[in-house]
């Protein structure tokens, strides 16, 4: 037996290590969290939305004291040119009582206060240290060396939760390189505007309830991405992300892509005149369940954005990683009644998740990255096409409603081709089974 | 609205530089010289790396950086390590 200094060390104080920490902390192990910033949430970018469900089930009626700003009761989607929007969406007083569905938060005080839960549950937390590599006996992980004096600190256990970057995983050899085709680079801003404003702007009646917009289509001009706006309690968040590899290619900046879209008529006038209180960037995981890598090995998982446990279809992310955070201390738990750490044993966590949402929704669209990868076109020309097909069906000019739709008809078979558009079609259904 | 720079933007994000410490590198920077898209020049959301004519090579502007790890993605010359703990950017809002 080597040397050891907690039950389990805990890489990273997201959401999905302080949720490890959490259920760790409960059940009365000796658990240390190690955050690289100078408080939890202070290195973190939200480009997404907080759901209640995995944080609820942790935490009961979270949302009554942690920091949220608006719970969402509308979600719009946009199919955006340059000059055009289509619009769809659900606004349902169903997500407007409690216990909710989900939340717009700013991670920079949500995750703060979650550390707090964490550290009042039993845990120790570390901050402004980095975690620098795993330390390695026997081929199994009993450690990690930090960036402090003296900073090697053993555990039975080590759970890298350190985010997309994920050094530790990469290190051990789990992960596969991840190419830019791979990622998308989120940049944000956080646009300050009155409570009234923000409620005016966006149809909202209380300023407990808020509004998210997803965009995409062909004003990325061919590029992967989507672009979001969620209201918070006084200010707005915008983004944009990207896949990387199609920002290189299109020489494209994302600030200019950010500030484009800001200034795109059907945006300004939701943020017009207010304030920029921050500019921030984040890397988000898009290879889905193709790039997952193995979870587990001897005493070691992987959990959160450094398992690359995002979603990106339905933007869920933080309740992804709060889950696998959960399962994999759920796991070591386990594992501590036979005080069996090996492999074998964390080779659960993974077969857990896999019996979750988590993977099997990553499953169900695994073949999404590439399918968009190698038909660009999809996320462009449909788009379009939906776009000149409302526009003229809305445009009242004296043309009878048979010859429009027939205008219609055409435009479908000229821009795709009958053959085509049952092969996109085909294609799509396969890769979707 | 008024086009914002990222020098603008910058300013509203809080950073605790580390005056001894460069967490950014290039492995090669011969490499940077044949470079056709030099695409950290405009890919970084920071406006990190900037291409000096004169020099010929990259400089490297690390104390903006937002830590999101694009570089590293886009090209494989570049080295790219966590700032030493609690020095980097801290955000306010998230």
Request: with cysteine.
């Amino acid at each position: 037996m080597s040397k050891k200094d907690f039950d389990v060390i805990v890489v990273g104080a997201g959401p999905a290590g302080m949720a490890a920490a959490y259920v760790l902390a409960k059940a009365g192990v000796d658990v240390i969290v190690i955050e690289r910033g100078k408080f939890p949430g202070s290195k973190n970018v939200m480009g997404g939305i907080f759901y209640r469900k995995p944080m609820d089930d942790l935490i009961p009626e979270f949302y009554k004291e942690a920091p949220i700003e608006r719970h969402i009761v509308e979600q719009r989607m946009w199919l955006m040119d340059d000059v055009s929007h289509f619009s769809m969406g659900i606004k349902t007083q169903k997500h407007n009582s409690e216990p909710y569905n989900c939340f717009s938060v700013l991670r920079a005080q949500f995750d703060k206060w979650f550390s707090k839960k964490v550290v009042e549950a039993g845990a120790l937390l570390i901050n402004e240290t980095v975690v620098t590599e795993p330390i390695v006996e026997n081929g199994k992980v009993v450690g990690v060396r930090t960036d402090r004096p003296q900073g090697d600190l053993y555990a039975d256990c080590v759970i890298a939760a350190d985010g997309v970057q994920s050094f530790l995983a990469k290190s051990l050899g789990l992960r596969k390189k991840i190419t830019p085709n791979k990622v998308a680079l989120g940049v944000k801003e956080i646009i300050g505007l009155s409570e009234e404003q923000v409620n005016d702007r966006f149809g909202i009646k209380d300023s407990k309830e808020g509004v998210t917009i997803e965009i995409t289509g062909p004003f990325l001009k061919g590029m992967e991405g989507m672009a979001w706006m969620y209201t918070n309690k006084n200010s707005v968040s915008i983004g944009i992300g990207v896949i990387i590899d199609d920002l290189i290619n299109h020489n494209m900046n994302p600030n200019d892509l950010l500030e484009s879209l800001k200034n795109h008529p059907s945006v300004l006038p939701l943020i017009e005149g207010g304030e920029t209180r921050e500019y921030l960037a984040h890397v988000i995981p898009e290879g889905g369940y193709k790039s997952v890598p193995r979870m587990y090995a001897d005493g070691f998982m992987v959990a959160g954005d450094a398992a690359m446990l995002v979603d990106s279809v339905h933007r869920e992310g933080s309740n992804l990683a709060v889950e696998s955070g959960k399962l994999a201390a759920k796991t070591y738990l386990e594992a501590r009644e036979s005080g069996d750490f090996s492999e074998k044993t964390l080779s659960r966590y993974q077969e857990k998740l896999e019996e979750t949402y988590v993977l099997q929704d990553l499953r169900y669209y695994k073949n999404l990255p590439e399918l968009l990868e190698e038909k660009r076109y999809l996320l462009t020309e449909y788009p379009q096409f939906l776009i000149d097909a409302m526009t003229e069906i809305y445009t009242v000019d004296g043309v009878p409603k048979p010859e429009k739709f027939r205008k219609i008809k055409g435009e479908l078979k000229s821009r795709f081709g009958y053959i085509g558009l049952a092969k996109d079609l085909y294609t799509i259904w396969r890769k979707l089974r | 609205m008024k086009k914002l720079r990222i020098e603008d933007k910058l300013y509203l994000v809080g950073y605790n530089v580390d005056h001894e410490y460069s967490h950014l590198g290039i492995s090669d920077s011969e490499a940077c010289k044949t470079c056709e898209k030099k695409q950290c020049t405009y890919v970084c959301p920071a406006s990190v790396y900037s291409w000096d004519e004169k020099e010929q090579k990259i400089n490297i502007n690390y104390d903006a950086c937002l830590e999101c790890g694009t570089c590293r993605f886009a090209c494989d010359y570049i080295t790219w390590k966590y700032p030493r703990g609690g020095f980097g950017v801290a955000y306010k809002f998230g």
